[in-house]
Nanobody, 123 residues
C-alpha cells in the first residue's frame, strides 16, 4: 500500500498563495489517481480536486484558483493554491489509489490517511 505525506501548509493573508506537496512512499503511485481533500472542524473530509493520468478535475469552489500537477520522478503531487480565501482554511489531505472511484468516495481505511497539513487564510 502506497502511503502519502502532505506538507507545505501555513498561514497566509487573503489573496495569497501556497503550494502543498503530497509525497508518495513508492513509485507505484505513478499509476494512481490522487485526490486532494480538506476538512474543517466538525465537518467531514471532502474531496475538492484529483488527478488521474492526464485528467484533472476540480470542484467548483477551487476551480480557476487551484492547480494540481505531478512529478513522477519525485513521486510527488503538488497543489498550487492561488487567490486564497478565508473559507479555504482547513486541514488538507491527499490520498491515492489505482481505482479512481475510491478517490471519489474517499473510502479509505483510517490508517491510510496522513497527518494532513493546516492551511489558514487570515489577515
Amino acid at each position: 500500500q502506497v502511503r502519502f505525506v502532505e506538507s507545505g501548509g501555513g498561514l497566509v493573508p487573503p489573496g495569497g498563495s501556497l503550494r502543498l506537496s503530497c509525497a508518495a512512499s513508492d513509485s507505484a503511485f505513478r499509476s494512481y489517481t490522487v485526490g486532494w481533500y480538506r476538512q474543517t472542524p466538525g465537518k467531514q473530509r471532502t474531496l475538492f480536486a484529483y488527478i488521474s493520468g492526464d485528467n484533472v478535475v476540480y470542484g467548483s469552489a477551487v476551480k480557476g484558483r487551484f492547480t494540481i500537477s505531478r512529478d513522477n520522478a519525485k513521486n510527488t503531487v503538488y497543489l498550487q493554491m492561488n487567490t486564497l480565501k478565508p473559507e479555504d482554511t482547513a486541514v488538507y489531505y491527499c490520498n491515492g489509489d489505482p481505482n479512481p472511484n475510491r478517490i471519489i468516495t474517499g473510502d479509505f481505511p483510517n490508517d491510510t490517511w496522513g497527518q494532513g497539513t493546516q492551511v489558514t487564510v487570515s489577515s
